[in-house]
């Protein structure tokens, strides 16, 4: 079960929008990405502005380094 927001675990590879149990916005829903580093990297600078109308209310990370590092770690969770 989530409460916060959507397991993060095998988050590389999967459609965005799409993981079971999880009640993603519209907007995720028909964002069309699968999540990829570089996706990911988009996506995590501006959250907000990237998919218009998501329910994630995170400015995001506008460091690139630390973005590297997110997603690194996210390569992870596998």
């Known amino acids: ?15 965005a929008g799409t993981l079971p149990g999880y009640n993603f916005s519209t907007a995720m829903k028909d964002y069309g990405v699968t999540w990829s580093p570089e996706t990911l990297n988009t996506y995590l600078a501006a959250p ?10 995170f ?4 460091d690139e ?12 969770l596998k």
């Open 1 to 15: 079960m989530t409460r916060v927001g959507p397991s993060l675990f095998g988050v590389i590879g999967r459609k």
């Open 65 to 76: 380094t630390e973005r590297a590092n997110i997603i690194a770690y996210l390569a992870t």
């Open 48 to 57: 907000m502005q990237e998919v218009k109308g998501t329910k994630m209310t």
């Open 59 to 62: 400015a995001g990370v506008k």
